[in-house]
């Protein structure tokens, strides 16, 4: 949740751990992990922005005041926090069980779920435009043997994708969401009944196995008829 949405600040004497995000489940959750953890209680705050922006959401702020808390975490802005981890708590990464949770907080900070079944959409992506995060997520979903995928825009990172029922099922598998509406899509993907039957076009004699293709297949890859066995 850190590496996400969250923040360890230690400027001018102020030590505080906290989380802003428009889910409050998520918030909650936070709270409740910080205060089983660390034993100290933490505070609430509600930010009401329609007043600016009707078309803005609340914002929930789970917040800890704590030095020896701080100090532990360490820091976790956006361009470091992979170096914390690695350095403060490198046993997170040593341990696929470790692996899941971490990737479950960063799921619900920083992952989205594209499931349209209408058009064939099957996508889990990660928002990861830091150069050396992106890589760290990126080789701890290939730690639990998921195939992410690299996205870069004029030659920049921006998120890393599973695309396909396939990877996004085995994904669904293993995480679990705080966030209702995210929890929802993920049982979409545990449910999806994923095909892996060989098509044959009548065509051209091309064959292939549909779970390789993100969208609905309805041509051939190979000739683009609509004819197979």
């Keep these: 949740m850190l590496a996400g949405d969250g923040c360890a600040v230690n400027k001018k004497g102020q030590y505080s751990i906290s989380l802003q995000v428009t889910n409050k489940t998520f918030a909650e959750k936070f709270g409740e992990i910080g205060s089983n953890l660390f034993g100290i209680v933490f505070k609430w705050y509600v930010s009401n922005r329609s007043n600016k922006n009707k078309n803005w959401n609340a914002m929930y702020i789970c917040r800890f005041n704590s030095k020896k808390v701080v100090e532990y975490l360490g820091d976790w802005k956006e361009e470091v926090w992979t170096t914390t981890l690695k350095e403060k708590f490198h046993w997170v990464i040593e341990n696929k069980s470790y692996i899941i949770k971490f990737l479950e907080g960063f799921f619900d900070s920083e992952g989205t779920v594209r499931y349209n079944e209408r058009i064939g959409t099957y ?3 990660f928002a990861v435009q830091d150069i050396n995060a992106h890589l760290f997520v ?21 998120s890393i994708g599973l695309i396909g029922k396939l990877e996004c099922q085995k994904f669904a598998n293993k995480i679990r ?20 039957k060989k098509i044959i076009c009548k065509r051209c004699s091309h064959s292939w196995i549909p779970i390789q293709y993100q969208l609905r297949v309805k041509y051939c890859p190979k000739c683009r008829t ?4």
């Design 123 to 125: 996508q889990i992506v």
């Design 177 to 196: 969401s705080v966030i209702e509406k995210k929890e929802k899509n993920l049982i979409k993907f545990r449910n999806l009944k994923i095909i892996t």
């Design 226 to 229: 609509s004819k197979w066995d």
């Design 138 to 158: 990126q080789r701890l979903l290939e730690n639990i043997n998921l195939n992410p995928k690299s996205y870069r825009l004029r030659g920049k990172v921006k």
